[in-house]
């Protein structure tokens, strides 16, 4: 039927009548494709273009009851879908891409979107952890596998990266972005959206990725989900849009997600100046905009639309093509148009996007590209992608604290291993599973086993109790201390003891906010109990956010932040803890030392009253706690040393050099993540104290000494003012390069006209 229907158009069309594969097909002739199927489409064929209905066979927002899923079929059979979300298998995918292509009048094929995050079958780091190995390439790699395995099981386009910046770990999210800072979030954003996408779009094992969600969902007040959102222009170019910006420039990401929060009193869904002015006006994206879930009716509860038939209006007119899961456009579209409310072109521009996307990946070639060879799946799980996936692990690992270097352990020590999360195989794979089996990641536990650590296990207490499924919430928590007597046992007889604490898998995620981020449950009192029992206590945490470990860092002298890392966490952290792997990851986000504390990020602006003021008053700070964070942003330790001189910048014709000596000054081979960092201190716009602008990820063996050069351009130096304008200042610059954003080996440059 598609091919019957594809070959009349290119007749029409004046084309050659045999259809050529899509990525042969120059952009002109797709356009004038795409023109001839509009002229043939009823308005109504339009409207199913733009609406997207969930299988619920794994769906993030309510499920409505009874026969809606035969309904939702039936209307893919009537040309009234574009998309379907949440088909999981391949067999699945095909039996619903032939509703549409077989059964419907023109055949259009279905785009199918699913939530593949961090890895499809085989689970990788939660994206904050990722983000902790500034890898880009690791980083893009990861996400390649996770598009083949998606690809191979049917699907053709992810939500994800999800490119929100964000100062707040009481968000539950945080987990799924690349933290606080704009640079660092641009560069893995790209990395991402390359991996899935690849170089070709048409190819059967790559897919559309998605940037989400526009804008400013990780500025939620009081990191509540779902909550509104008030930044001024200088937050919102400086630091929310950029990974956005950076993706579509950079790498031509095809579809976003629009947000379900309001953006300074305007819903996402219906902000014209986001969508049409910026996204698809002054940066060209020529993709399609997607709605959140239900995004567009929830205009109504946000007190910016009137009815459902109001929020349709707003939302086609602001630019949001697609809706997921609220029916405005199914059920009000097509009476806006005929009464004339909306013009049809609008609808037709939405439509035109949704069409090109779906050429471009192939689909109109042939609409079982995905899902024609069984064989496909034979890939999934496949060996190398285990391999990549333990490198990426390996590498998010975050040394924060090592004192008398009690790491890495030492052949013949005996160990105690303590905490229920030693043991928990589902944990680690995070709240952003995909595809991936529950229970089915190695256990510290296993991981200590096959590295043949000398070692004893104790549960000591469990993190959660009860029904804790995907998606109700997980019960927290028990007050169990009934285990406490054996682990502190345990804990006095070993050489060491390793205590791997944190948080539930399912801790953290969308709805996943918390008010207090220190250690769920009786946790932090079995630390207390198992540290007075052996002071050589290493603690190990699992989260997906930065906890406060205020006490942790005033008692432990080792600490790991270990994430959730996927299903080779156990070997990865077994690695790291052995000493089989040197630790290089570092924070892409501040720890802070309480709540009250938050937001604390390494980029903020200097006040006019900074500080510190010993034994004064006045002046910007808390009387009961110091500025800085816990653990800053981009601080992480090695098991070696590093050392940096001989700052140089040199300007030749407005590029600007910077270089650095870096040596390694332990005893161990090890990687270095050389941050740079720029001050620009009199601007127009007040500037930060520091930004991020380079880093590059060097190995260097002992005694080995390395030279690392950045350049600085106008995008490096320049910053958006208070009207949303690039501008790029004269005047002195000051930089810092070192291993965390606390460097202090600085220089300055004065940048006096090119
Ligand atoms: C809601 C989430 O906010 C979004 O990120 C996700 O892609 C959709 N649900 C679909 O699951």
Known sequence: MIRKFLAGLAVMAGLSPVFSPVAALAQDDVERQIDALLAEMTLEEKIGQLTQYSSFWDATGPAPQGGEQEEKFDQVRDGRVGSMLNVVGRDEVRAV?????????????????????????????????????????????????????????????????????????????????????????????????????????????????????????????????????????????????????????????????????????????????????????????????????????????????????????????????????SYVYRDHLADLVESGDVDIALVDDAVRRVLRVKHELGLFADPYRYVDDPAQEDILMAPAHRAIALEVAKDSIVLLKNEDSLLPLKQGEKIALIGALAADKDTPLGNWRAAGESDTAVSVVEGFEAAGVDFTYREGAAVQVGEAGFPQPVVVNTSDRSGFDAAVAAARKADKVVLVLGEDGLQSGEGRSRSDIGLPGVQQELLEAVHAANPATVLVVMSGRPLILDWADANIPAIVQAWHLGHESGHAIASVVTGAHNPGGKLPMSFPRSVGQIPVYYNYLNTGRPGP??????????????????????????????????????????????????????????????????????????????????????????????????????????????????????????????????????????????
């Open 97 to 325: 891409q032939e509703l549409a292509v077989e059964d419907s009048r023109l055949g259009i094929p279905l785009i199918f979107g699913y939530d593949v995050v961090h890895g499809h079958k085989t689970i990788f780091p939660i994206p904050l952890a990722e983000a902790a190995s500034w890898d880009l390439d690791l980083i893009e790699q990861s996400a390649r596998i996770a598009a083949i395995e998606a690809a191979a099981q049917g699907l053709n386009w992810t939500f994800a990266p999800m490119v929100d910046i964000s100062r707040d770990p009481r968000w539950g999210r945080v987990m799924e972005g690349a933290g606080e800072d704009p640079y660092l979030g641009s560069r893995v954003a790209v990395a991402r959206v390359n991996g899935f996408q690849g170089d070709d779009l048409s190819a059967d094992d790559t897919i559309a990725a998605t940037i989400k969600h526009l804008a400013g969902y990780g500025f939620s007040e009081g990191g509540r989900d779902y909550n509104t959102v008030d930044v001024g222009s200088v937050t919102l170019h400086n630091i929310i849009l950029p990974p956005f910006k950076a993706a579509i420039d950079e790498a031509n990401v095809r579809t976003a997600m629009n947000s379900f929060n309001t953006l300074n009193g305007v819903p996402a869904t219906g902000d014209s100046y986001l969508q049409r002015d910026l996204l698809k006006g002054a940066w060209g994206f020529d993709g399609f905009i997607v709605s959140d879930w239900g995004s567009g009716r929830e205009m109504i509860d946000h007190g910016f639309a009137a009815s459902e038939r109001d929020a349709a209006e707003l939302a086609i007119e602001a630019g949001s093509d697609m809706d997921m899961e």
């Open 613 to 754: 003021l010993e034994n004064e008053v006045f002046w910007s700070h808390y009387n009961d706690l110091p500025n800085t964070p816990l653990y800053p942003f981009g601080h992480g330790l090695s098991y070696t040393g590093f050392a940096y001189s001989e700052l140089e910048i040199v300007q030749n014709a407005g590029a600007v050099t910077v270089s650095v000596m870096v040596e390694n000054t332990g005893e161990m081979a090890g990687e270095e993540v050389v941050q740079l960092y720029l001050r620009d201190p009199v601007a127009s716009v007040a500037r930060p104290v520091r930004e991020l602008k380079g880093f590059e990820k060097v190995m260097l063996v002992p005694g080995e000494i390395t030279q690392v050069t950045f350049e600085l351009s106008g995008a490096e130096l320049g910053f958006y003012d208070q009207h949303g304008n690039f501008t790029v200042e004269y005047g002195a610059f000051e930089v810092y390069v070192g291993g965390s954003s606390m460097a202090d080996l600085g220089a300055s440059f004065t940048r006096t006209g090119d």
